[in-house]
Nanobody
Framework: QVQLVESGGGLVQAGGSLRLSCAAS????????MGWFRRPPGKDREFVAS????????VYADSVKGRFTIARDNAKNTVYLQMNILKPEDTAVYYC????????????????????WGQGTQVTVSS
């Protein structure tokens, strides 16, 4: 199993930017599809973005497309979520996820089957 620790959350004004990081421990990071999900207050968990094992293929939710960018550095065992032009509706707890078997596309549609989750980091966007 992979241990995941998110960081980089905080309070930001609408229109601003934040970069989230997810540090993974263990020997299998380069073989692991990674993704980000979020849970807004009072709402269900929703998909944000995912990235393939080599980092060449990415998937985004329509709500963040063009504003958020997912990337990974396999040498550092880290995946990032660059969030630009933030909106109040982006306010949520953001969770990093990892799976050894799924593709980036499958990770989006099968969140209940994901192998590992981080503890979450709070992002609050003020209007």
């Amino acid at each position: 199993q992979v241990q995941l620790v998110e960081s980089g959350g905080g309070l930001v004004q609408a229109g601003g930017s934040l970069r989230l990081s997810c540090a993974a421990s263990g020997p299998y990071f380069s073989s692991t599809t990674m993704g980000w999900f979020r849970r807004p207050p009072g709402k269900d968990r929703e998909f944000v973005a995912s990235i393939s094992r080599g980092g060449s293929f990415t998937v985004y939710a329509d709500s963040v497309k063009g504003r958020f960018t997912i990337a990974r550095d396999n040498a550092k065992n880290t995946v990032y979520l660059q969030m630009n032009i933030l909106k109040p509706e982006d306010t949520a707890v953001y969770y990093c996820a990892a799976d050894l078997a799924m593709s980036a596309t499958t990770l989006r549609t099968n969140p209940n089957e994901i192998d590992d989750w981080g503890q979450g980091t709070q992002v609050t966007v003020s209007s």
